[in-house]
């Protein structure tokens, strides 16, 4: 008899988006007339970068020649972006990454959800609340957790991003072996300063912790002085991962590519207490069950360093950071309280009363479509999410409708 993993059967099921698909159906169905505004999930709406375009349909021309084709590329990615890579996004900031320290796929996700495989089952674990769920559920998965109760699961360290901290958790009070860090912060678009970065980095080195730092939302980056990578910190190279992805610094969430950095330096520890470096386990793990991201998709991430992809990278971005404003600026004009939307996509706004009420305020009186806070933790609880992902034009009008609807 088979036996399945059991651990699977700890996990939720994610009702959130289903929950939201299922009232908006609703909405729809009793006023077939209205138009619903969609401020909800965080998918991209704008096409991809011209200098990208050109790029993906130059490498697929060649794969069509015999002399251009092809085939199985390196697992870890080409040379030509895991070196375009270390020089744009880290030796350009002072942050020390080689090539050989980049490791290309298809997806932060994957990555994220995947880098746990290294460590023991025992490890003890530190996740944000509230969180991007990919991280928590695949620790679910492997059996670092108990069971879920009131809304946690048991033996995760949850590290609460709240109003009083300023949505920048505070550094455990037990002793933790992982962490889990994102910023620009999915879902509350909160940033985290190099002092408060520096803390978190010490505070691995001192404890012989490692930080998982999810960067997906650094291109959204404006204030010069908030740091890019983990990377940029003293230090950083012993105890962090960083992850990134082309999909919302250029549009990719649907043809997919992304970069994890293990540093050379990169330790945990075998049974016996002696360093084992992370990079060959990696390295092992991503030859063993992938074979890579395509040759175009790689070209066209790659054309995202040149100057004209660099700068439509940058107008792409600018777009959704005006609509964040616009948004900010409504919720201000209504009295609500809210964190993000200056270097990250994602409004978090204070709502005052349970998160699905809101939504529900939202969708059946303004017609605008955002994600309930609850759905990303305990501390989510009393919040919404509203994304900058959309046009212009929507997002205006979408806030016109909630200012009429709230006022
Ligand atoms: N990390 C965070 C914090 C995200 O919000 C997302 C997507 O929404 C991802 C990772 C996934 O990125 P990718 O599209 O590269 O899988």
């Not at 020089?87 to 490791?103: P, S, T």
């Not at 066209?300 to 700068?311: I, P």
């Not at 201000?332 to 529900?360: C, H, M, R, T």
Request: aromatic share 12%; with cysteine; glycine share 8%.
């Amino acid at each position: 008899m088979l036996k399945i993993n059991e651990h699977y059967l700890k996990l939720q099921a994610s009702y959130l988006f289903s929950d939201i698909a299922k009232r908006v159906a609703a909405f729809q169905a009793a006023n077939p007339e209205r138009e619903v505004i969609k401020l909800g999930i965080g998918d991209v709406t704008n096409p991809l970068p011209q200098a990208c375009i050109q790029a993906f349909h130059k490498a697929v021309d060649e794969m069509a020649t015999t002399s251009g084709f092809r085939g199985y590329g390196p697992e870890q990615g080409y040379d030509f972006l895991r070196e375009a890579i270390a020089k744009n996004d880290f030796q350009a900031r002072g942050a020390d990454i080689q090539a050989d320290e980049v490791f290309v796929s298809d997806g932060a996700k994957c990555d994220t959800g995947n880098i746990q495989e290294l460590f023991a089952t025992d490890a003890k674990i530190a996740i944000p609340d509230p969180v991007y769920p990919v991280y928590l559920d695949t620790n679910v998965m492997a059996g670092r957790t108990g069971a879920f109760k009131d809304g946690r699961y048991e033996g995760i360290v949850y590290l609460e991003s709240t109003k009083a901290n300023n949505f920048v958790p505070e550094l455990p009070k037990e002793p933790v072996d992982l962490i889990y860090l994102c910023f620009p912060n999915n879902p509350t678009g909160s940033t985290i300063t190099r002092e408060q970065l520096k803390l978190w980095v010490d505070y691995a080195q001192s404890t012989r912790a490692l930080i998982l730092f999810d960067a997906a939302y650094e291109a959204f980056i404006r204030d010069p002085k908030l740091p890019h990578s983990i990377f940029e910190i003293e230090g950083a190279r012993e105890v962090a991962i960083e992850f990134r992805s082309y999909s919302k610094s250029a549009g990719f969430t649907g043809t997919r590519c992304a970069y994890t950095v293990v540093p050379r330096e990169c330790m945990a520890f075998d049974a016996s207490g002696n360093k084992q470096a992370i990079h060959p386990l990696w390295n092992r793990r991503h030859c063993t069950k992938f074979n890579g991201v395509s040759y175009p998709v790689q070209r066209a991430a790659e054309a995202v360093y040149s100057e004209a992809g660099k700068a439509q990278c940058t107008a792409l971005i600018d777009g959704y950071l005006n609509n964040a404003k616009i948004i900010g600026k409504a919720m201000a004009e209504l009295g609500y309280g809210y964190v993000g939307g200056d270097n990250a996509p994602y409004v978090w706004i204070e709502g005052d009363q349970d998160s699905w009420a809101f939504f529900d305020l939202l969708l059946n009186k303004a017609g605008v479509v955002c994600t309930p806070g609850a759905g990303f933790g305990k501390c989510g609880q009393g919040y919404i999410r509203l994304s900058a992902f959309n046009s212009e034009a929507n997002v205006v009008k979408a806030m016109e409708r909630i200012k009429e609807a709230l006022k």
